[in-house]
């Protein structure tokens, strides 16, 4: 069978990859669980099929390197810089402010599309802070853009692939056999000669940066379980960032 698979950087995260799905301007997307989950039980007629990545994400938050911003407790009630409302940078600062016990009422957001405008926005006191992969944000560490004062790692399976309910029906057997293909290759995806020099070029970062990646990275073939999605959905529903729970068959397939 042949498969016409287009893919697509989204630098703006997953609000827009949610939207795109939403809108039928793309059939699958790998995307970071909490934002699919969410935009789900707000009515994205899409499924989770897999996890992708079976680790946590560690999320740095950051500040601008000349702020005098120094530990995480000196954000509190600041104004945080994210891509778009229901994105992974939006729903994390939410779960950073629960963390610290702070009054997630109180926080305050500015809308910076990408890590670009997050430059900007922070380097004009636009926003105080931002939050985002530490190892995609380590470059600019490097250069004395940003300094990270804390991480937070996602208490859950990091990113998963999610699929239009409508593309999955029609074409289950397509799907299916993309899921083994790419599941073929994350099996073998560390053991792939040099792969670290590969990477380190292609995304601007010292080759000991994508070392470290690669140790806490764990890919993952298998279905999102029962437990993982609870955790992410009550987190979700306890924050009010979703207004109903929803039943795990209905989102995994």
């Given amino acids: 069978m042949d498969i016409d698979l287009q893919w697509t950087d989204v630098p703006e995260g997953t609000g827009k ?10 059939d699958m997307a790998v995307i970071l669980t909490e934002g699919i989950v969410r935009d789900i039980a707000g009515g994205n007629d899409s499924s989770i099929v897999q996890v992708y990545v079976q680790s946590p994400l560690i999320w740095g938050i950051h500040v601008d390197a000349k702020s005098d911003y120094q530990q995480l407790s000196d954000l509190e009630n600041k104004k945080v810089a994210i891509s778009r409302m229901g994105s992974g940078s939006h729903l994390m600062a ?3 402010a629960e ?19 997050a430059v900007e926005a922070l380097s004009t006191g636009v926003a105080d802070y931002f939050m985002w992969e530490r190892f995609m944000t380590k470059p600019l560490v490097d250069k004395g853009i940003f300094r ?4 937070c790692p996602t208490p859950w399976p990091c990113f998963v692939i999610a699929v239009r309910n409508e593309f999955l029906k029609n074409n289950k057997h397509v799907v299916e056999q993309i899921l083994e293909i790419i599941n073929n290759t994350t099996i073998e995806f560390k053991n792939i000669p040099s792969i670290d020099r590969t990477l380190a070029s292609k995304y601007n970062q010292k080759q000991e940066d994508i070392q470290e ?6 890919w993952s073939q298998k279905k999102l379980d029962k437990p993982s999605f609870e955790k992410v959905q009550n987190q979700l529903f306890e924050l009010n960032l979703i207004d109903k729970k929803l039943d795990y068959e209905s989102v995994t397939k």
């Fill in 99 to 117: 963390n610290q016990n702070w009054n997630t009422q109180n926080l305050q957001f500015e809308i910076v599309n990408t890590i670009d405008g």
């Fill in 94 to 96: 939410i779960v950073n």
């Fill in 148 to 151: 990270r004062i804390a991480d």
């Fill in 213 to 218: 990646w690669l140790k806490c990275t764990r």
């Fill in 17 to 26: 990859m949610c939207q795109l799905l939403r809108d039928g301007e793309t």
